[in-house]
Nanobody, 124 residues
């Protein structure tokens, strides 16, 4: 069982930056690929980024390439999402997820574990 807790969301002006964190419980963190998703009001959940268990492979959704960076620190059981050049359309609840398969996260349909989400609001 893995529990995920996101933090770092908030209200920020367009052009600003945020770093989201996802703290995971358990001693098998490095066995899981980690991903970030987001869901804006009235929209479907969108894949944002994913990273392999070792951290050597990363993958991004087209809408965030070049602005978002996913990383992880396996010594701290934590995954991160650095968000730069924020736009109002980035406003959403951001969720982290863990799965034994990086491909499953990239497919964006399901995951073994989900966090509760953290709100990111970007003002224009």
């Amino acid at each position: 069982q893995v529990q995920l807790v996101e933090s770092g969301g908030g209200l920020v002006q367009a052009g600003g930056s945020l770093r989201l964190s996802c703290a995971a419980s358990g001693r098998t963190f490095s066995r899981y690929a980690m991903g970030w998703f987001r869901q804006a009001p009235g929209k479907e959940r969108e894949f944002v980024a994913a990273i392999s268990g070792s951290g050597t492979i990363t993958y991004y959704g087209d809408s965030v390439k070049g602005r978002f960076t996913i990383s992880r620190d396996n010594t701290k059981n934590t995954a991160y999402l650095q968000i730069n050049s924020l736009k109002p359309e980035d406003t959403a609840v951001y969720y982290c997820a863990a799965d034994s398969s990086l491909g499953t996260l990239i497919a964006g349909t399901t995951a073994d574990y989900w966090g509760q989400g953290t709100q990111v609001t970007v003002s224009s």
